[in-house]
């Protein structure tokens, strides 16, 4: 069982800068997608951005521009690089992982972390 752990949370002001990490327990190679999700007080929970092993991204509107995902297969981590902050963007994050089981029938695996805060102010 692979576990995710999210790291790089914290309290910063609009404007500013926070890199988010997520670690897993095993290799991350397997995972057909990684991505970190984020949930506001009394809001659903959202996609932020996903990356696919064969390198497609895809960001929410909100974040365009100013959010980056990566990982790094040989750390077993990925990544979110946050620029140019915004107090809308104060939410728990997650880090998400998804891998393919069954092509036919398609089923897969999801994992997610425990979540990390990212508060700023304004």
């Known amino acids: 069982q692979v576990q995710l752990v999210e790291s790089g949370g914290g309290l910063v002001q609009t404007g500013g800068s926070l890199r988010l990490s997520c670690a897993a327990s095993g290799s991350i190679i397997s995972f057909n997608t990684m991505g970190w999700y984020r949930q506001a007080p009394g809001k659903q929970r959202e996609l932020v951005a996903s990356?696919?092993?064969?390198?497609?991204?895809n960001y929410a509107d909100s974040v365009k521009g100013r959010f980056t995902i990566s990982r790094d297969n040989a750390q077993n981590t990925a990544y979110l690089q946050m620029n140019s902050l915004k107090p809308e963007d104060t939410a728990v994050y997650y880090c998400?992982?998804?891998?393919?089981?069954?092509?036919?029938?398609?089923?897969?695996?999801?994992?997610w972390g425990q979540g990390t805060q990212v508060t700023v102010s304004s």
């Open positions: 998400h992982a998804h891998k393919r089981v069954t092509i036919i029938p398609y089923t897969g695996r999801d994992y």
């Open positions: 990356l696919t092993n064969d390198g497609t991204t």
